[in-house]
């Protein structure tokens, strides 16, 4: 019998394999919308608990910084049989001051299901699971143990810091914000606190201009000194993430929304969304959506 916490079925096969080993599917095929065959997350109920940390590969220079943090890997690529990036979801347990247990997995298919669950404690990975592949948006989400506060926001623009920044507790959020560049991948990290007590965020805002810039400011908010585009700014600026430093409705959770569609169907909701497109000129827009407390 197996002992990890988190399998992928491929087959019907696995699937009866898991339900013997006493694992929990987690409803939402992997591969929705496209010609690939259903794959399905399952994990261990009794075990999910041991788990604080889940993040997703897809590209090979990923791989180092997360082996050398410790993750597990799961060496089944979740965009089997599609034309999309081959990825990978990789877990593991930590012990730093801002971890927590994951007790609950879920996974949608469709932007109509995010907003309901977003609204309601549940924090969206930033992996699309059919990256690349033109299927439906697939996601995975968690459900924490204990409530948490964003206390931190840093950029990356390569990978040579990411063992540093997961061992110090802080989660990548796995969507490129830099348009629809190849070379240069840009991601946003941040840091988790549940002292509530702690110094918090209140709002986040993005520059894309220096107007936009004299805006935040005058508001009060500190900017992350990353350009979301990394050298490359397709519109002749840079492109910034701000945050509004404060001690009341506190932000728990942000993700990056992919579409217009998405966009949409988040502020019909009532979900706190940055309307500034981070992606830039002829690229897919790409939103911030986060919650408050």
Same mark, same amino acid.
């Given at each position: ?11 019907? !096969? ?12 987690? !409803? ?162 941040? !840091? ?53 430093p404060g001690e009341t409705s506190k932000i728990q ?37 986060y919650y408050v407390e």
């Amino acid at each position: 019998m197996s002992d990890a916490v988190i399998q992928i079925s491929i087959s019907p !096969q696995d699937e009866e394999k898991f339900r013997k080993e006493h694992y929990t599917k987690v !409803q939402g095929d992997l591969n929705s919308g496209t010609e690939g065959k259903p794959m399905f997350i399952w994990y261990k109920k009794e075990s999910l608990s041991s788990i604080n940390r889940i993040q997703f590969s897809f590209r090979p220079e990923m791989d180092a910084g997360l082996t050398a943090a410790g993750f597990k890997k799961i060496n089944k690529n979740l965009n089997a049989r599609t034309k999309g990036d081959p990825i990978f979801l990789w877990y593991m347990s930590d012990t730093t001051e801002s971890d927590v247990s994951i007790v609950d997995l879920r996974v949608t298919i469709s932007v109509t299901d995010e907003p309901i669950l977003f609204k309601s404690g549940w924090e969206r990975l930033g992996c699309n699971l059919n990256r690349g592949a033109d299927g439906h948006p697939v996601y995975l989400w968690v459900k924490w143990n204990k409530q948490t506060y964003i206390s931190d926001i840093r950029g990356s623009e390569s990978f040579t810091l990411d063992t540093d920044n997961f061992n110090t507790g802080f989660f990548r959020v796995d969507q490129n914000t830099n348009g629809g560049a190849k070379s240069t991948l840009v991601f946003l990290w941040y !840091q988790r606190t549940t002292d509530a007590d702690a110094s918090g965020m209140t709002a986040l805002g993005v520059s894309l201009c220096a107007d936009d810039e004299d805006h935040l400011k005058k508001k009060h908010f500190v900017k992350v000194d990353t350009n979301l585009h990394g050298g490359h700014t397709p519109c002749g600026n840079g492109v910034y993430l701000w945050y509004k430093p404060g001690e009341t409705s506190k932000i728990q959770y942000f993700t990056v929304l992919v579409g217009e569609e998405a966009r949409r169907v988040y502020k019909e909701h009532g979900c706190n969304v940055v309307e500034k497109n981070l992606s830039g000129c002829g690229f897919t827009p790409l939103y911030i959506a986060y919650y408050v407390e």
